[in-house]
């Protein structure tokens, strides 16, 4: 049976630590408060005007591309996860491709939009092309470059804090051996509450304001033409260019759908919670993951954490982790991996693999 593995994997995060400490100079915060809600210690930002989501990108994909054991040429298709993207389009997909200097190949490129779940729904579209024999080296990248659009002043504090810069890639390639590759994927979302994490502007929303919104949002739209509503002078003006999240609200969510899909996962592929080797949670919060970690009944090193020195790096979090507990040898070929993410959506999965 063809199924797909992972076939190489590389991580890449930027030189520069902001600590906690860092960010209360710009921010009404404390190094308390944050590892206590969120276990964050510190996180890494890219270097401005010399890196981007994509850079850093390449630099993963060439680590993951070289593992894999092939060429960069040999990438025939690419998938590329991310919610800060180096621009509003063409999406990062084409922008790597070029950055890898592969271009020559026309391998087809293909954005995902779905934030920390990301890197979980472009591993089940790979899954499917590796799967049917119709790409046999498919690079998928979760990345992001956070530190460029978030608010360091005391408003926007509850989310700035969270959030890291970096990059993971892997290559998936096919395999017949019986014991080996991703085993099942599944996926969710319900999107009854889109705006409950979500970065609405600039967008084509044009001010309509559909029953989600619980308050009346003026965006000053009466005042501007129609071919300038998708970025006004009010939005910058007042600050509405940055993320929004109800996080106690999305805490909530996770710690209910997390344990639901991996236990879906579970049965799907005829698994039992007590044989995961190793869980590799979306990096969203310590104690989201130190929560599932006790539904799971699972031992601390069975888990891999590592928000506490890189945030949450959203789609780029997963193949972080998993990269790193591969280089530190937490991983054997064999085991059981659970990766399982939830976000922005809300859309959420797990996915399954031997590796
Ligand atoms: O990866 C995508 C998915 N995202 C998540 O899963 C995130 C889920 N949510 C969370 O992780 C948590 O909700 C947060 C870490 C974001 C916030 O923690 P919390 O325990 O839910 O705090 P809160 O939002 O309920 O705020 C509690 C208090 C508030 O003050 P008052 O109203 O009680 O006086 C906030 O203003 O903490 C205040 N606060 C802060 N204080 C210091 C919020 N952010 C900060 C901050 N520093 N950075």
Redesign the pocket.
């Known amino acids: 049976m063809l199924r797909s593995k992972i076939g190489g994997i590389g991580y890449y995060v930027p030189e520069k630590v902001v600590t906690n400490h860092d960010?209360t100079k710009m921010?009404?915060?404390?190094d308390e408060?944050?590892q206590e809600?969120?276990g964050i210690v510190e996180r890494r930002y890219g270097k401005k005007h010399e890196e981007t989501t994509t850079t850093m990108a390449a630099r993963a994909a060439e680590i993951a591309i070289e593992r894999a054991g092939i060429q960069k040429e040999e990438v025939d298709f690419i998938i590329f996860a991310t919610l800060s993207p180096d621009y509003y389009f063409p999406g990062c997909g084409v922008l790597l491709q070029r950055e890898l200097g592969i271009t020559g190949n026309e391998a087809g490129a293909l954005d995902i939009r779905n934030?920390?779940s990301g890197f979980l729904y472009g591993l089940s579209v790979a899954d499917q092309f590796v799967r049917t024999g119709m790409y046999k080296n498919v690079l998928l990248v979760g990345a992001e470059m956070h530190s460029m659009g978030l608010d360091f002043s005391t408003r926007g504090?509850?989310?700035?804090?969270?959030f890291g810069d970096g990059a993971g890639a892997v290559v998936l390639q096919p395999t017949e051996e019986d014991n080996q590759g991703i085993l099942t994927t599944c996926l969710h979302s319900n999107g009854a509450y889109a705006e409950k994490?979500a970065f609405i502007n600039p967008g084509a929303h044009g001010g309509y304001h559909a029953s989600y919104q619980e308050e009346e949002v003026d965006y000053g739209y009466p005042d501007v033409e129609f071919g300038e509503m998708f970025i006004t002078q009010r939005m910058m003006d007042e600050g509405m260019l940055f993320p929004y999240?109800?996080?106690?609200?999305?805490?909530k969510m996770?710690v209910q759908k997390f344990p639901e899909v991996i236990m879906e996962a579970l049965e799907k592929a005829g698994q039992k919670k007590e044989d995961i080797n190793m869980f590799v949670p979306?990096?969203?919060?310590l104690?989201?993951s130190q929560f599932v970690q006790r539904r799971l009944g699972l031992r601390d090193d069975q888990v891999w954490n590592n928000i506490q020195k890189f945030g949450?790096t959203?789609a780029a979090?997963i193949p972080i982790a998993l990269c790193e507990a591969y280089e530190a040898g937490a991983i054997k070929p064999g085991d059981l991996v659970c990766l399982a993410?939830?976000?922005?959506g809300f859309t959420w999965g797990a996915a399954l693999l031997r590796w």
Do not use: E, K
């Open positions: 960010l921010m009404d915060t404390t408060w944050v809600r969120t934030q920390c504090r509850n989310v700035t804090v969270i994490l999240m109800d996080g106690p609200f999305v805490f996770a979306h990096q969203a919060n104690r989201i949450n959203t979090s993410a939830f976000g922005s």
